[in-house]
Every structure is written in structure tokens, then in C-alpha cells.
């Protein structure tokens, strides 16, 4: 029986949507107008790549005191979360204001089981860089073959 997930349904159906609009020659419309709504689903923006023992994520977040971020794994769920704060200048006029601010999270579904136990995060100029460990049920296994 598969759960349904409320969350992943409607970030599915924004992302077909953004497809349509894409082939019609819109950019990323929903992104652009309903992402500041929904928490600015795509930020920070991410790479996740497989390697052999471990999945690696690697996320943009410059700016933000680490001590601030929130991470946890959950069901093979990677969630960060925090808020980007804004200095408060008085009587200022801005021309352009393209980087958001305030509350955060981006839900990250890792492909396979990971063993929680083992999971690393360093942040260094802005980058965060989680290391998440194949559960031993998911890393390769050499089977010796015997010749008769």
C-alpha cells in the first residue's frame, strides 16, 4: 500500500506545470510567482550526487550562521531549514532585491536507505556539504563464485 504524500503530489504537480509553461516559452512561471508563497520551494538550490559508499548533497546557503540551520533525516528524507535575515537599514530605496529572505526549508529525497548514524555536514563560504552513508542493506556486495 503506498502512502499519500500531500507535499510530494503538489511539488509534482508545480513542477509539470513549470514544464508546460517552459515549452510555451514562459521560464519558470510558477517558480517565479508562487514560490515566494510556498516558502521558495527551490532554495537553496542543491546538488545530489551518488557515490560508492554514500550519497553527497551540496547546497548554496551563503550568508546564514550554520548554528542556524536545522537538518534532519527522516524516512530517507533529507529536510533543511532556517531563515535568511534581513539587515534592517532605515530609509533606504531599493532598485532591485533579487535574494529572499526570511523562513526556509527544502525537503531532499535521497534514492536509498542511509544509515543515520553516520550522517556529516561541514559549511564552509557558504556551502553546506552533507554526507549521507548507503545503509549497509544498500552498498554492493561481492559474491564469491565457486568453480566446480
Known amino acids: 500500500m503506498t502512502r499519500f504524500d500531500l507535499f510530494k ?14 515549452g510555451l516559452g514562459f521560464g519558470n512561471l510558477l517558480e517565479q510567482t508562487l514560490a515566494p508563497t510556498l516558502g521558495a ?4 538550490r542543491i546538488n545530489l550526487r551518488e557515490e560508492k559508499e554514500h550519497y ?24 533543511l531549514s532556517g531563515e535568511r535575515s534581513q539587515k534592517q537599514e532605515k530609509e533606504v530605496t531599493w532598485h532591485r532585491r533579487e535574494r ?6 527544502r525537503a531532499i529525497d535521497i534514492p536509498a536507505e542511509i544509515d543515520v548514524d553516520q ?17 549497509a542493506s544498500e552498498r554492493p556486495k561481492r559474491i564469491e563464485i565457486n568453480a566446480a
Not at 9 to 22: L, P, Y
Not at 41 to 44: A, D, I, K, L
Not at 100 to 105: A, I, L, Q, R, V
Not at 119 to 135: C, E, F, I, Q, R
Open 9 to 22: 503530489e503538489m511539488d509534482g504537480f508545480a513542477n509539470e506545470m513549470d514544464q508546460v509553461f517552459r
Open 41 to 44: 520551494r527551490t532554495y537553496p
Open 56 to 79: 553527497l548533497v551540496e547546497a548554496l546557503i551563503p550568508g546564514i550562521d550554520p548554528k542556524e540551520l536545522e537538518m534532519t533525516v527522516l524516512k530517507g528524507v533529507l529536510t
Open 100 to 105: 529572499n529572505t526570511g523562513k526556509f526549508m
Open 119 to 135: 550522517v556529516k555536514a561541514d559549511y564552509s563560504n557558504g556551502l553546506l556539504t552533507v554526507t549521507l552513508p548507503k545503509a
